[in-house]
């Protein structure tokens, strides 16, 4: 084989190995993009599910039955709530999809709040059509 025979292979393969290595970066970019992408929307997952309404702050998970559903600490509660909490926190009460917080005897503890504001007989949906947060102490 002669060197004029070589040199247009060698060209070609020289072209193939560079435009290799060109697909190879775009793809470790694209590849890093997506990495950095994936890893931001785990800390805002997190972030979320930590919040003081997240779900990793959720302390039980129980079907309203139809009628009257006292919460609290209390073993007579029908929705029982752990040992800190108050022994009779309210009453939430399910007719139809409608729910209302009622006060148990004795009235709601102070420390008991909807969005924030000190708890009293309400429909526990928001006009905008969210849930009202309920929280006690902090």
Same mark, same amino acid.
């Given at each position: 084989?002669?060197? =004029? /025979?070589?040199?247009?292979?060698?060209?070609? %393969?020289?072209?193939? !190995? %560079?435009?290799?290595?060109?697909?190879?970066?775009?793809?470790?970019?694209? %590849? =890093?993009?997506?990495?950095?992408?994936? %890893?931001?929307?785990?800390?805002?997952?997190?972030?979320?599910?930590?919040?003081?309404?997240?779900?990793?702050?959720?302390?039980?998970?129980?079907?309203?039955?139809?009628?009257?559903?006292?919460?609290?600490?209390?073993?007579?509660?029908?929705?029982?709530?752990? =040992?800190?909490?108050?022994?009779?926190?309210?009453? !939430?009460? !399910?007719?139809?999809?409608?729910?209302?917080?009622?006060?148990?005897?004795?009235? /709601?503890?102070?420390?008991?709040?909807?969005?924030?504001?000190?708890?009293?007989?309400?429909?526990?949906?928001?006009?905008?059509?969210? =849930?009202?947060?309920?929280?006690?102490?902090?």
């Amino acid at each position: 084989m002669t060197r =004029s /025979f070589l040199r247009p292979r060698i060209a070609g %393969a020289t072209l193939l !190995l %560079a435009a290799a290595l060109l697909a190879a970066l775009q793809l470790h970019a694209a %590849a =890093s993009a997506w990495e950095s992408g994936l %890893a931001a929307w785990r800390a805002q997952h997190e972030q979320k599910l930590d919040a003081p309404d997240g779900w990793l702050t959720l302390v039980g998970l129980d079907w309203l039955q139809p009628g009257d559903n006292p919460v609290g600490a209390a073993p007579d509660n029908r929705i029982r709530l752990e =040992s800190t909490a108050p022994a009779h926190l309210g009453i !939430l009460q !399910l007719q139809g999809d409608q729910v209302r917080l009622l006060p148990p005897p004795g009235g /709601f503890p102070a420390s008991l709040r909807i969005d924030g504001h000190p708890a009293g007989e309400t429909q526990l949906t928001a006009a905008n059509g969210q =849930s009202a947060a309920l929280t006690d102490g902090t």
